[in-house]
């Protein structure tokens, strides 16, 4: 069979890129070596974390919230079984529906491992070692990433685990060893904390999620830990071992001096890498970068072999799925002859802690770092009245705006329902809007959308009216 194009890798880079190639008429398949479609953001990242968060914020509210609420409840436990099941459940629905869509969009789905032959020519070998061959005028590696680890640190994937294990463990941690305080361990170490563990956070940096603004970062601190998260900031992990059902994880604290914690578990969560094993790129003569295993591709995401191009989290970027998807209609556009621009800066960035985190554009750090003059307005969630009815007031909106045109140039939120709020940045910065811009538009009343506006007229010329 000769395709126009063949997509390996069926994450939201690869399935949507191939959504995009087949709407626009190109001959697609997509090859994917697990059984299900969708890649680690459908199987063991997003979806499945989301449902858990879900469900133990449930739980956090019925035992810490409800009470306020005037709601009584007696005998509250977690059937921790059905959550795991819930779950899959979930990952299920998510990843039959894209089934769904190859379908419908007249794509070949090909299961097994995929590898260059030759630029134009694929392998597809089956678990049973069956191969098929498979030619095509243009190929996207869209073959994600993988949990990376330390190397002094061996996973044994029972009590030393990546974010994957953390996604179905027999049961809730007594005291979960978080090493990494970034967004996927945060998130976990989030839903066990609600679900009752002890969790302590061990990072080497000075803050947690230290890529985002530091303002994010010192107040999603002080609200995890009223959660009861403990924080080891500045310590550096040495080792880790594993006795009967004990971790002891080893550390150097900031001075210098040694450390222990002992905990029934460890996430290890520092990161991730690119995926090219099995891929054959030595058959097309590509070889990966140094750091991060990543594939090298231009604007275009081409790679130096023309016609084919790479993805998602195996090129450089944020390891996000929507930057991901993004890719993949880029490279679809383009091969059907359009002219598609992706503005890297306007990739939101979330963390789903409650409260989330939400982020665009320039940082208040980078901006100082450029020399760019700006103007700075924040409103607290604690003066919305959506958020008093609602019992949600942490957190706040900052809104950075150049300082002699108003163009809104970061925002940065902690708050009720930042992920979805977010998108109002997103769009607003996408055209160019000043911050004068979003505060005549109507914002609904009450709504937690308010605080955007707020902050926006508090980086006009500081006229909030609320605080
Ligand atoms: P992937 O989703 O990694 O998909 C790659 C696919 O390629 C896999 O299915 C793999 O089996 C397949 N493959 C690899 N090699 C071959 C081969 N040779 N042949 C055939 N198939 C192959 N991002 C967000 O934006 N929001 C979130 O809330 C979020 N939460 C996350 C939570 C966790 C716990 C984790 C781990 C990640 C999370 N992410 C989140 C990140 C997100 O999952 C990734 O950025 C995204 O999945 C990357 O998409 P991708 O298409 O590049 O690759």
């Known amino acids: 069979m000769q395709y126009d194009v063949i997509v390996i890798g069926s994450g939201p880079g690869g399935y949507v890129g191939a959504i995009r190639c087949a709407q626009l008429g190109l001959k697609t398949a997509i090859i994917e070596k697990y059984s299900t479609l969708g890649g680690t953001c459908l199987n063991v990242g997003c979806i499945p974390s989301k449902a858990l968060l879900d469900s133990s914020e449930h739980f956090h509210n019925a035992a810490h919230a409800f009470a306020d609420h005037g709601i009584q409840l007696s005998n509250l436990k977690i059937d921790w079984k059905q959550m795991i099941k819930r779950k899959q459940e979930v990952v299920d629905a998510n990843t039959s529906g894209i089934t769904f869509l190859m379908k419908k969009n007249k794509i070949d789905v090909h299961q097994g491992v995929g590898s260059f032959k030759d630029k134009n020519t694929i392998i597809v070998t089956k678990a049973d070692g069956t191969k098929t061959e498979l030619t095509t ?19 044994d994937k029972k009590r030393i685990i990546t974010s994957t294990e953390a996604l179905t463990l027999g049961e809730v941690p007594k005291h979960l060893v978080l090493i990494g305080g970034g967004v996927i361990g945060l998130e976990l170490g989030s839903v066990y904390a609600r679900l009752g563990a002890k969790v302590s956070v061990i990072e080497y940096m000075d803050s947690i999620i230290p890529t985002m603004d530091k303002g994010l970062g010192r ?5 995890l830990t009223k959660l009861g998260m403990d924080f080891y900031l500045g310590h550096k992990v040495t080792g880790a071992t594993v006795k009967g059902k004990e971790v002891t994880v080893t550390f150097d604290t900031p001075k210098g001096e040694k450390g222990e914690l002992k905990g029934d578990y460890c996430l290890v969560a520092v990161g991730r890498v690119a995926y090219t094993d099995g891929l054959g790129l030595e058959n097309i003569g590509l070889t990966v970068e140094e750091r991060g295993r990543k594939i090298t591709v231009d604007e275009h995401m081409e790679t130096s072999v023309k016609g084919v191009y790479a993805i998602g989290d195996v090129v450089r970027g944020a390891m996000l799925a929507h930057k991901a998807e993004e890719e993949g209609t880029l490279v679809a556009e383009l091969l059907a002859g359009q002219k598609p621009h992706i503005n890297y800066n306007l990739i939101p960035g979330v963390v789903y802690t409650w409260p989330e985190v939400a982020s665009v554009g320039y940082t208040e750090e980078q901006l100082k770092e450029k020399g760019t003059a700006y103007k700075s307005g924040q409103f607290p969630f604690k003066a919305s009245g959506r958020a008093r009815a609602s019992g949600d007031l ?5 809104v950075l705006a150049d300082a002699t045109t108003d163009e809104i140039l970061g925002v940065h939120m902690i708050g009720p329902r930042a992920a979805d709020m977010i998108a109002e940045a997103v769009i607003a910065m996408e055209f160019r809007a000043s911050a004068e811009d979003v505060t005549r538009a109507s914002h609904a009343h009450p709504t937690f959308t308010e605080a955007m506006r707020e902050a926006c007229l508090a980086a006009t010329d500081k006229r909030p009216i609320h605080i």
């Open 219 to 223: 107040e999603l601190q002080k609200v």
């Open 394 to 398: 942490d957190g706040f909106v900052k």
């Open 137 to 155: 005028k243009n190929v996207i590696i869209a073959t994600g990433s993988k949990p990376s680890s330390l190397p002094f640190l061996p996973i």
